[in-house]
């Protein structure tokens, strides 16, 4: 009794020391880990067009191509729409100041219309209407988010080292995916190693589709929100602020949010109704993402729920900052494949069975 007591003990305390070790090593790699989550979700994403031409032509030949049409296309986007971006989002960067003055004189017109008089209110008022401090607020926030995630990369020379990591990472596994499973599947004891390589393909495929699903709802969202205001007749910074929505409609439910800011913030400089038709134009533009976009080209393929969602982008930003709120959620995608396939569905098996034996007996 006392051999297999101390026994339990030690292996117990071997394992608790081998899991710190590995979590402590896990810390001190995490950029390399960050890598490795970017590598995995960029080829997960380009998976199916590798995939697809694959059949006419050699695999290795299918990611070069896949990788340079990639390329192809965001410089080609950069160069026909890059300068009239970064000049409309540059006069929008100058002018900020002083339409963050006219809406400040204009939400106090607004509180003397609604007859606020009293001294205590009007000073809780002012203090939210503070928008020089609501600003410093709001740029401290975007500063420690952009710290956050370059604390991980270690500064913006190693993020675009680091970036460049992760887009050859994943071109290799891409490329070489057949024995990288075959290898990495062969670690486990069996029958566990077949079940985890029949996971490989529907878990790419899940996170694949959730970065294709944003990407593409982000495009559609950037494009009818250019349209939208140059049609009420904010042309002077359309395009930068259709840019800056489609980009931060990547990240899910706080994105569209802060994308609809800047435009706001012009409309009540513009005066008159813009600002009622700027912000009708993204109420109905945030409801068909809500209720057409997201549940048809995100939601049906990804397959989890709101709330998860939700967590991973918080979890993603609280840890990685906004790279985090980026990859983090498609790999609780991938993580729901595996809980559903390993875990739900044998269970629900064995339940199954069990009622039915029961009956039968």
Request: glycine share 8%.
């Amino acid at each position: 009794m006392g051999e297999s007591k101390l026994k339990i003990s030690l292996s117990s305390v071997a394992l608790i020391t081998i899991t710190v070790l590995l979590l402590i090593l896990s810390w001190q790699l995490r950029s390399l880990l960050v890598n490795l989550m970017i590598a995995v979700v960029l080829a997960s994403t380009l998976a199916p067009i590798v995939n697809s031409a694959e059949k006419f032509i050699p695999r290795w030949l299918a990611v070069i191509l896949a990788y340079l049409m990639v390329i192809l296309i965001v410089t080609g986007a950069g160069l026909i729409i890059g300068p009239t971006v970064i000049t409309q989002i540059q006069n929008l960067a100058q002018k900020l100041p002083s339409y963050l003055e006219i809406l400040a004189i204009a939400t106090q017109d607004l509180v003397v219309r609604l007859g606020i008089t009293e001294p205590d209110a009007l000073n809780v008022i002012n203090q939210w209407l503070d928008l020089q401090a609501l600003t410093s607020w709001a740029v401290r926030s975007s500063q420690k988010l952009v710290v956050s995630s370059l604390g991980v990369t270690r500064g913006i020379v190693g993020g675009a080292f680091n970036l460049i990591l992760s887009v050859l990472v994943s071109g290799y596994m891409l490329a070489g995916s057949s024995r990288l499973i075959n290898g990495l599947v062969s670690l486990f004891p069996s029958p566990w190693d077949e079940r985890l390589k029949a996971q490989v393909q529907p878990v790419s495929q899940r996170m694949g589709r959730y970065i294709q699903g944003r990407l593409l709802v982000s495009l559609i969202l950037g494009i009818a929100i250019t349209i939208g205001l140059r049609i009420i007749g904010i042309t002077e910074f359309a395009l930068g602020l259709g840019v800056i929505a489609g980009f931060t409609n990547l990240i899910p439910f706080f994105g569209p949010v802060l994308g609809s800011i800047p435009a706001l913030i012009v409309a009540v400089a513009s005066g008159g109704w813009t600002f009622l038709w700027v912000l009708l134009l993204f109420v109905i533009i945030q409801n068909v993402e809500t209720y057409v976009l997201d549940p048809l080209l995100v939601g049906s393929s990804v397959e989890v729920e709101p709330l998860y969602q939700l967590l991973a982008v918080l979890g993603g930003v609280q840890v990685l900052g906004i790279i985090g709120a980026l990859i983090v959620p498609p790999w609780v995608a991938g993580a729901g494949v595996l809980l559903e396939n390993l875990y739900l569905k044998p269970k629900k098996s064995i339940e199954l069975r069990t009622q039915n034996s029961q009956l039968v007996n």
